[in-house]
């Protein structure tokens, strides 16, 4: 089992930036990729980005590419979401999730990709 705790949301002015956190502990040997994905009120929740947990390659949704980057320590277990020029409709709870099986290149997009997910933190853009 895997436990994800994420931490850095608040309230932000349109064009500010934050930078998201998300610490994995327990049996963090078996993690193959992180995801982020986040949801707003009354939508589905929506992928935001992935990486894997050696490689550190990464991917993105289309949407939020050059904007938002993952990256990750593995010392510290910890993957962060870097946003700026944050828009107010990017106001959403935001979430990390591990996967022990995602197949890269595969559905790393898809929520049922991944087995633990973390508690969420929520992000507000003020316009």
């Known amino acids: 089992q895997v436990q994800l705790v994420e931490s850095g949301g608040g309230l932000v002015q349109a064009g500010g930036s934050l930078k998201l956190a998300c610490a994995a502990s327990?049996?963090?040997?078996?993690?193959?990729?992180m995801g982020w994905f986040r949801q707003a009120p009354g939508k589905e929740r929506e992928f935001v980005g992935a990486i894997t947990w050696r490689g550190g390659s990464t991917a993105y949704a289309d949407s939020l590419k050059g904007r938002f980057t993952i990256s990750r320590d593995n010392a510290k277990n910890t993957v962060y979401l870097q946003m700026n020029s944050l828009k107010s409709e990017d106001t959403a709870g935001y979430y990390c999730a591990a996967g022990v099986s995602v197949v890269w290149g595969g559905r790393y997009y898809s929520t049922s990709s991944y087995d633990s997910w973390g508690q969420g933190t929520q992000v507000t853009v003020s316009s």
């Open positions: 327990g049996s963090t040997f078996s993690i193959v990729a």
